[in-house]
């Protein structure tokens, strides 16, 4: 058990070596990319189209912040099979481990990326409450549940199907316009809410919002309580998945 | 009292290449409607094996005869279609020259990464971490990023990180392909080393001397069965027979190769006289010739003769063949013999490579391929 931890964490280590390139600088980018598409988005969406909407910076901030946790890390889990192909025809090593490992670094960059968040919200001298805290954390939690299930599933079924990140990147470009991260659900028709509800980001998306900057947010358990087991069966049928490609795909690496 | 490592039963690995391989989501679209026809592989067909632990293997083959489809299953990386495989140890493999590295890491990131894949605790690591480099001979390159590292230089830290794991089993597929003649020589005895030690190596080379010298049991595949699994010696008499192409539907095996001091069991010096001895197995032809040679621990032919043009007539019911040499100039180092045998429309019915080894000892300080026996005459 020891040894599975020294491993998950060399391999996380690795991770930022490669990624970073060992630089600080490289590190400062990282955190610097949802900034500037913040600093874009909020330009061009409270400046030039002048959406009346209180807090919109900070809602948008948060969301960005959320979205790229989201994006980067589904991305990274994809990839993260293929990026070792190297070691893993080479020494045999539980599938799951890389891919943990793989998630572990996007969710340091998010941490990290929460306190630029808090830095912004002393500036807008917004202060949540500890309850705004507790669900933060879950909802963030369950993004996390997303990418770990994704990318245990998706994988090895890139190393099958190498079109699978072309795909993974259109879906990304056209969840990030269908959930309320640039508009609040408001300003969408109510027929076409379905269309939004689809992605999972956006039920995470609309709480956390809703939980911080709607003041009487009255919090209700049932469609809670639906959205969790769905992402409960959908993180389950993911291992079913992870289960019957990880044992065969090797061969195709 | 021999101790089973490995137990591995009726396994075998069915490969299909199809004749247009699906990589993609959109090609497997596509591809819905049509038959997907391929080409099936027997990579190893309904083997059986048990290694003991102590043991070091020595696998032969011609390519595609199943040996590194066997490492990859016993590494864990492939999983037999069907038959079980137990094993009662760590392995450390070293497959397809390499432990896997990322090219964009260097030398001490890779070594740390690979450690810790196989096995080797953090403080294990930095205390070998020198001794990994040094046995690579890599001091210098320590902090360089192993992509613009040579092929040699990779393979060298490959083998260094995979010997220097604690493991009970090692599988090493083709080391002996890489590095120069005194790197072969420092992995293969450092392998023999371990098996001293009682580990168990599986070696899978197509250097047969060096199989001939070190292991302790040979197995030969082809078309992914095992077709011999004995002595070295034997096994490579058999291989040597199966892979050149013999016309005699004859089955002849040189057996009981014994190469020793003419007249005693004393240890072999420069100037001695040896005799070779051997025995014939099988369906022996009325009429048969010998070839002898004498090679050197490289594979060189340093001698060779024949009963054909020594116009020596032999008889093909002996027990016993003996070739004796008389005062051998050989120098102090390690030595082979190959006997093969012809019928009477010169076809080679049977050879035996790297017989012996014999060695010749201690080493004088003379200079030369050879070492004759002298006398100064100038005093």
Same mark, same amino acid.
């Given at each position: ?40 988005? /909020? ?69 990290? /990326? ?109 469609? /809670? ?29 | ?51 003991? %632990? ?17 490492? %990859? ?101 083709? !080391? ?20 001293? %030690? ?13 199989? %001939? ?30 892979? #050149? ?5 004859? #089955? ?42 004498? #090679? ?73 391929? !050879? ?9």
């Amino acid at each position: 058990m020891t040894q599975t931890g020294a491993l998950i964490k060399q391999l996380v280590k690795t991770d930022f070596k490669l990624r970073y390139n060992s630089s600080v600088l490289g590190y400062a980018w990282s955190l610097l990319k949802p900034l500037l598409i913040f600093t874009i988005l /909020n330009f061009v969406f409270s400046k030039i189209f002048g959406v009346e909407n209180p807090n919109y910076s900070l809602r948008l901030l948060t969301s960005i912040i959320l979205w790229t946790f989201f994006s980067e890390g589904t991305t990274t889990g994809l990839h993260s099979i293929m990026n070792k192909a190297g070691i893993l025809t080479k020494i045999k090593l539980p599938l799951w481990i890389v891919v943990f490992s793989s998630t572990i670094h996007i969710v340091i960059t998010f941490v990290l /990326n929460l306190i630029i968040l808090g830095l912004f919200f002393v500036l807008y001298s917004f202060v949540p409450t500890l309850e705004d805290f507790l669900f933060f954390t879950i909802y963030s939690f369950c993004i996390y549940i997303i990418i770990l299930g994704f990318s245990l599933a998706a994988a090895p079924l890139y190393v099958k199907y190498r079109d699978l990140h072309q795909i993974w990147e259109v879906l990304l470009l056209g969840g990030f316009y269908a959930a309320p991260i640039i508009y609040p659900m408001q300003l969408i028709p109510t027929e076409f809410h379905w269309l939004l509800q689809i992605n999972p980001m956006t039920f995470i998306l609309q709480h956390v919002q809703a939980v911080l900057f709607v003041d009487d947010f009255k919090f209700s358990i049932v469609p /809670n309580f639906i959205y969790f087991g769905v992402l409960l069966l959908g993180f389950l049928t993911c291992i079913v998945i992870y289960r019957k490609y990880s044992q065969t795909i090797l061969e195709e690496l | 009292m021999t101790q089973k490592i490995i137990t591995v039963q009726n396994i075998s690995k069915k490969f299909k290449i199809p004749h247009t391989k699906i990589t993609s989501l959109r090609d497997e679209i596509f591809s819905l409607f049509s038959t997907k026809t391929y080409e099936e592989f027997h990579a190893l067909d309904d083997i059986s094996l048990e290694i003991n %632990k102590g043991e070091f293997i020595g696998i032969v083959g011609k390519n595609g005869s199943g040996k590194s489809t066997l490492l %990859k299953i016993l590494a864990g990386i492939y999983s037999p279609d069907s038959g079980k495989i137990s094993i009662n140890g760590s392995i450390s493999p070293f497959l397809e020259l390499g432990v896997g590295f990322n090219g964009d890491l260097t030398a001490r990131e890779n070594i740390f990464l690979n450690g810790t894949i196989l096995g080797i605790e953090e403080t294990e690591l930095k205390n070998k971490f020198d001794d990994i480099i040094s046995f690579a001979e890599l001091e210098k390159f320590v902090d360089t990023k192993v992509k613009t590292f040579s092929s040699g230089m990779y393979a060298r830290l490959a083998f260094s990180v995979a010997i220097h794991a604690d493991a009970d089993i090692y599988l090493m597929d083709e !080391v002996l392909a890489v590095g120069d003649i005194s790197f072969q020589k420092r992995c293969i005895e450092t392998l023999h080393s371990y098996k001293n %030690k009682g580990k168990t190596i599986i070696l899978v080379s197509h250097d047969l001397s060096q199989i %001939k010298q070190h292991a302790s049991r040979a197995i030969l595949f082809e078309n992914g069965k095992i077709v011999a699994d004995d002595s070295p010696e034997r096994v490579l008499s058999t291989y040597v027979q199966h892979s #050149q192409i013999f016309e005699s539907e004859h #089955q002849l095996l040189i057996t009981n190769v014994a190469i020793h001091k003419k007249d005693s069991s004393d240890e072999l010096s420069t100037g001695d006289d040896i005799s070779i001895s051997w025995s014939l197995e099988g369906a022996i032809p009325h009429e048969i010739d010998f070839i002898i040679a004498i #090679q050197d621990d490289n594979g060189a032919v340093l001698f060779a003769t024949n009963t054909i043009h020594d116009t020596v007539t032999a008889d093909p019911s002996l027990t016993t063949y003996t070739f004796d040499l008389k005062k051998v100039p050989l120098r102090g180092g390690i030595y082979f013999a190959e006997i093969s045998v012809i019928d009477k429309q010169f076809r080679k019915v049977a050879s035996i490579p790297y017989a012996g080894p014999f060695s010749i000892s201690p080493p004088r300080k003379t200079r030369g391929s !050879v070492d004759i026996l002298y006398n100064w005459n100038v005093t």
